[in-house]
């Protein structure tokens, strides 16, 4: 069992960065794929960006690529996703997830993950 507290979410310009953090419950955290997903409102929940267990790895979505970093702390059970020259369209509410496993996929969808935090709420402003 995992438990998934995010934080760090806000209100901030367009142009502007934030840095969410996900802290993790349980000893087998490193065991786990991380993975931030969000959704807009009337929007379905996509995904983010992934990390493997090692950080090794990772996976963007093409509208992030170069904006967005991904990263963990497998020592602190935490993983962040530093946002960088946000824009309106990333309002949304954030989620971090994870799934059990050692292989990265290249893309993940809300079923394929088995622990989901309640999310916390970026709002980009024009």
């Known amino acids: 069992q995992v438990q998934l507290v995010e934080s760090g979410g806000g209100l901030v310009q367009a142009g502007g960065s934030l840095r969410l953090s996900c802290a993790a419950s349980g000893r087998t955290f490193s065991r786990y794929v991380m993975a931030w997903f969000r959704q807009a409102p009337g929007k379905e929940r996509e995904f983010v960006a992934a990390i493997s267990w090692n950080g090794g790895n990772t996976r963007y979505v093409d509208s992030v690529q170069g904006r967005f970093t991904i990263s963990r702390d497998n020592a602190k059970n935490t993983v962040d996703l530093q946002m960088n020259s946000l824009k309106p369209e990333d309002t949304a509410v954030y989620y971090c997830?994870?799934?059990?496993?050692?292989?990265?996929?290249?893309?993940?969808?809300?079923?394929?993950?088995?622990?989901w935090g309640k999310g916390t709420l970026v709002t980009v402003s024009s």
């Open positions: 997830s994870a799934v059990q496993g050692f292989s990265l996929n290249y893309y993940y969808t809300p079923r394929d993950m088995d622990y």
